[in-house]
């Protein structure tokens, strides 16, 4: 165990010294186009500089770039987390009996709906989904992330935290307004999330199913229902998981993109607006923190799935 996380720490600082040198490219194709100093020097100096978590500041509100980036981000984290929560509430069972019930009418029907999931453009999603509360009647907001009646004052980044904190001025209205307000982003975002898990889950439950440990429970004369959730579900959780964390980028992207079509405060309007204005420093900015963020989130899912996983922990042991 130890050795393997040798491995991951040792993987981490190859590929952050990767990502520090394609953000020091892009800041110096985009903002420092001359500088008199050599570049391994300033190189270095770079470095110096983000090690004391000096990004530089906006051109636009003179603020530091870090804060403004983390706070985004943030944002764009807790629409992923709702859309997770939407796509695993209703793609888990969808898989779980697709995989049951595999090559039969209600597995086409499932598979049919996921695979259009996948396969319809996000952006033209999210604009659907823009005009439809004013196509229904629906008193639904379709911009930003809370109506400007409320005044939030900032401290952990989540609106979702932050909210509950200012209970004694708005009670639970302004919290209540954050959430109305993420549910036509996020539903967008579960659509392409659901379509996945489904996919994931109905092959998971497929390989688990034909596993000999599923035919010998059979032969004991445990039922379907006992078979599924003591043995099938958690052999199932570890493959999912791992094909998820592939998909971490893609899912942030997705969100970025559906941020800039509901004007949701976050990592993609942020990097619009400013690359609008000319403020070309977030550029470097954003990829350091969500390079980061994707990476960290990535070795904490591996070390997770060697503790949950036997079948992981087989495969450490046999590298070793």
């Known amino acids: 165990m130890f050795n393997y996380l040798l491995r991951r720490i040792y993987l981490l600082c190859i590929t952050a010294f990767v990502l520090t040198l394609i953000a020091f490219t892009i800041e110096h194709l985009t903002v420092h186009t001359h500088f008199r100093e050599n570049t391994f020097t300033h190189y270095l100096n770079y470095i110096s500089a983000i090690l004391q978590g000096d990004f530089g500041y906006s051109i636009i509100d003179k603020k530091p770039i870090l804060a403004t980036g983390l706070i985004a981000f943030s944002s764009t984290l807790e629409l992923c987390l709702f859309a997770f929560i939407i796509a695993c509430i209703v793609g888990v069972p969808l898989g779980i009996f697709a995989g049951l019930y595999r090559n039969n009418g209600l597995d086409y029907t499932i598979m049919s709906l996921a695979l259009i999931g996948l396969a319809l453009p996000v952006f033209w999603v999210a604009i659907i989904f823009s005009v439809l509360p004013n196509a229904f009647g629906w008193a639904m907001p379709i911009d930003g992330n809370i109506s400007p009646i409320y005044e939030i004052p900032v401290v952990s980044g989540f609106l979702l935290i932050d909210t509950l904190l200012v209970t004694q001025q708005y009670q639970f209205d302004a919290f209540l307004n954050h959430m109305i307000h993420l549910i036509l982003p996020s539903s967008v975002l579960a659509i392409f999330l659901m379509s996945e898990i489904i996919r994931l889950t109905r092959h998971a439950i497929t390989m688990v199913m034909r596993s000999n440990y599923i035919k010998a429970a059979h032969t004991k004369g445990l ?85 949950i996983s036997p079948t992981k922990r087989k495969s450490l042991y046999a590298d070793q």
């Open 223 to 307: 039922t379907r229902r006992q078979i599924v959730f003591r043995h099938v579900l958690k052999n199932a959780l570890p493959p999912i998981i791992h094909q998820l964390r592939l998909q971490l980028s893609t899912i942030i992207s997705f969100a970025m993109v559906i941020e800039i079509v509901f004007s949701y405060q976050g990592a993609g309007i942020w990097l619009f607006d400013s690359i609008q204005q000319g403020d070309y420093l977030v550029l470097s900015t954003a990829i350091l923190i969500i390079s980061g963020f994707i990476l960290f989130s990535s070795i904490i899912i591996d070390l997770l799935l060697v503790f």
